[in-house]
Nanobody, 124 residues
Framework: QVQLVESGGGLVQAGGSLRLSCVAS????????MAWFRQAPGKEREFVAA????????EYEDSVKGRFTISRDNAKNTAYLQMKSLKPEDTAVYYC?????????????????WGQGTQVTVSS
């Protein structure tokens, strides 16, 4: 079983950048496909980005394409979400998630393991 811990969230002005990290412990990250989801107050959790187990395939929610980049370093047991050109509507708690599969998925119920989340707040 893997434990996931996110970090890197914070308060940033619109147009700014943040890099989120998700560190895995308990099992090697290379066992899992990874994803980032987010949940804004009063809204359902939504898919942001995902990456396959090898890192060779990525997918993104339409509103973040060209602004966010998901990556992973299996040697460091860490997945990342680089966020640029942030907008106030990106404000949410961001969660990383893992599934035991080669390929990632955009559906949250496909993921077994979740971190506790990290708050991202973008001011206008």
């Amino acid at each position: 079983q893997v434990q996931l811990v996110e970090s890197g969230g914070g308060l940033v002005q619109a147009g700014g950048s943040l890099r989120l990290s998700c560190v895995a412990s308990g099992r090697t990250l290379s066992t899992y496909a990874m994803a980032w989801f987010r949940q804004a107050p009063g809204k359902e959790r939504e898919f942001v980005a995902a990456i396959s187990r090898s890192g060779g395939r990525t997918e993104y929610e339409d509103s973040v394409k060209g602004r966010f980049t998901i990556s992973r370093d299996n040697a460091k047991n860490t997945a990342y979400l680089q966020m640029k050109s942030l907008k106030p509507e990106d404000t949410a708690v961001y969660y990383c998630a893992a599934r035991v599969d080669v390929y990632s998925d955009y559906r949250s119920y496909e993921y077994t393991y979740w971190g506790q989340g990290t708050q991202v707040t973008v001011s206008s």
